[in-house]
């Protein structure tokens, strides 16, 4: 009975550390041996006998050899034409010299021959040796590159990343062209390996922010990254905040403009978008179409979708609180016809809004899910027949209907699907505080809202700069945007090495005809 007051002396074993027999990197480190049969045993135990897994013996030099592969990896028309005839027709010369393949490797490791498997290498394991040859003959089954589905382009490539990491890269590396552009490569899961490269300019991103990024990668210790939202939540610093701290964008040209801004890119494999480190808050309300218009026009867009972000936020709570509490704000014959619509609702303006703004997601998560004729119908289901008949059974006023669909055609304006996603979501809150204490709830509420991202960081970086601190001489590339060649430094917050990016006069010939 004393057991029970005495402290369990349990021995601790953290994540990190422990090896688990379903994991990558149980498979033994040993060396393999001259005998054969043991070898091809020992990768077969290492597979756990998948079904898979093809074992073909070859007669090379008058011995029989065995070629190893997954099957459903490889290509099959690569493996007969580069490495099966050429080893048949060796007639004693060196298997490296004859197989035509272009990735060709040895190794006398267990785990590295399993790696190389799983990679879209076949084995070939030769009698009475322990050096076993690695060729590649991985099958490819990529979809072309595309116009990104998220990041519609109105003038500029209509180009975007796929789910094939190498692909990705090469678009990059094919309108970059500089040799200073470095990618390394970083492996994660240890159930599940995911290629992770990440992307930056040597000399131009600062190196300290080069390791945090590889610091806070290589530190995660879990079973598998299956996306990109995995790696987002283990490498930020603000998890539970509504804000998202790295850009996510499907663009290359939108990648390459924050390459050259000093800042880090994280691609994974199998997903078609780049996370970018560090972000601040403007970034998500610029676009690549900004610098493709004219000045004027330009502006005048960035500046609709910061009015659109004030909109979709405050517009709901905005009306709760005048029809609640500061209805002599209104103007009289508004005042009525507001009135004449309230009058038959029987339930709380805060009620309306909740149900509508409720209803307007359900619609938008039910329009994703279907296939692309039928969320049409849902579309236009949710839109026209749900909006009259809650409208005729005086359900919702229409004054609401007005107000909750200006809300959402202002949310989606947002260049980034994911800062459309947040503020439609602080707007609950808000509406909350807009029908408890009025006008004074929403100003308490966008208080809060400033607070937060005055303390809010991207990797070191202020994530409000440079509205917070304060820095005069970024504001001309935030609401409104001055003309490229005004540009002449890059943003602090992205800890670029260098700052200046253009000369000071890059029009010269400006200078010259005066």
């Avoid at 040799?179 to 930056?200: C, Q, R, W």
């Avoid at 995995?230 to 290359?252: A, D, G, V």
């Avoid at 004219?294 to 500046?303: A, D, N, P, Q």
């Amino acid at each position: 009975m004393f057991n029970i007051f005495s402290k369990k002396n349990k021995e601790k074993h953290t994540f990190k550390n422990e090896t688990r027999p379903y994991q990558s990197n149980s498979v033994s480190d040993e060396t393999l041996s001259n005998d054969l049969h043991k070898n091809i045993t020992k990768v077969k135990v290492s597979f756990a006998d998948t079904a898979d897994l093809v074992c073909k013996t070859i007669n090379w030099d008058g011995k029989n050899g065995s070629l190893l592969y997954l099957e459903t990896l490889v290509n099959n028309e690569s493996i007969e034409n580069h490495v099966i005839k050429p080893i048949k027709q060796a007639n004693g010369q060196p298997i490296k010299e004859v197989v035509t393949a272009l990735d060709v490797n040895e190794s006398i490791k267990l785990s590295e021959v399993v790696e190389a498997l799983t990679s879209g290498f076949c084995a070939f394991l030769q009698p009475k040796s322990n050096k076993v040859i690695l060729i590649k003959v991985s099958k490819q089954n990529n979809r072309p590159p595309e116009e990104p589905f998220n990041e519609q382009v109105i003038r500029g490539a209509h180009i975007g990343f796929i789910e094939d990491l190498n692909t990705n890269i090469n678009l990059i590396r094919n309108q970059v062209q500089n040799p200073k552009l470095k990618v390394e490569y970083i492996k994660l899961g240890k159930t599940v390996s995911t290629n992770v490269a990440i992307m930056y300019f040597d000399d131009l991103a600062n190196k300290e922010l080069i390791s945090k990024i590889k610091e806070r990668l290589q530190s995660i210790s879990a079973d598998f990254i299956q996306i990109p939202g995995y790696i987002q939540e283990y490498i930020e610093e603000r998890t539970y905040s509504p804000f998202p701290q790295t850009l996510n964008t499907e663009r290359p040209d939108r990648l390459i403009a924050n390459l050259m801004d000093g800042r880090v890119g994280i691609m994974m494999s199998g997903t078609p978008t780049c996370l970018v480190a560090p972000s601040s808050l403007i970034a998500f309300f610029q676009s690549p179409d900004d610098y493709n218009g004219r000045v004027m026009i330009g502006s005048f867009y960035r500046f609709i979708r910061v009015f659109s972000f004030f909109v979709t936020v405050g517009l709901p709570a905005l009306y709760i609180a005048v029809v609640s509490f500061h209805y002599e704000s209104v103007p009289v014959e508004l005042l009525f016809a507001i009135k004449s619509s309230l009058e038959p609702i029987p339930v709380p303006p805060l009620l309306e809004a909740m149900f509508m703004a409720i209803t307007l997601e359900l619609i938008r998560e039910a329009t994703i899910r279907l296939p692309n004729p039928v969320a049409q119908t849902i579309g236009v289901v949710g839109g026209l027949v749900i909006g009259n008949a809650v409208v005729d059974a005086n359900l919702v006023s229409n004054m609401m209907i007005i107000v909750i669909a200006i809300t959402a055609i202002s949310s989606f304006i947002m260049p980034s699907t994911e800062m459309s996603t947040t503020i439609r979501l602080l707007s609950f809150p808000l509406m909350i505080a807009a029908a408890l204490f009025g006008l004074i709830g929403i100003v308490i509420g966008f208080l809060i809202i400033v607070i937060h991202l005055c303390k809010l960081e991207s990797f070191g970086s202020p994530y409000f700069a440079p509205f917070g601190p304060l820095r005069w001489k970024e504001l001309k590339d935030t609401i409104i945007r001055f003309p490229t060649w005004m540009l002449h430094n890059r943003p602090k917050d992205s800890q670029a090495a260098y700052r200046t990016n253009q000369a000071e006069n890059p029009r010269d010939w400006d200078e010259k005809n005066e």
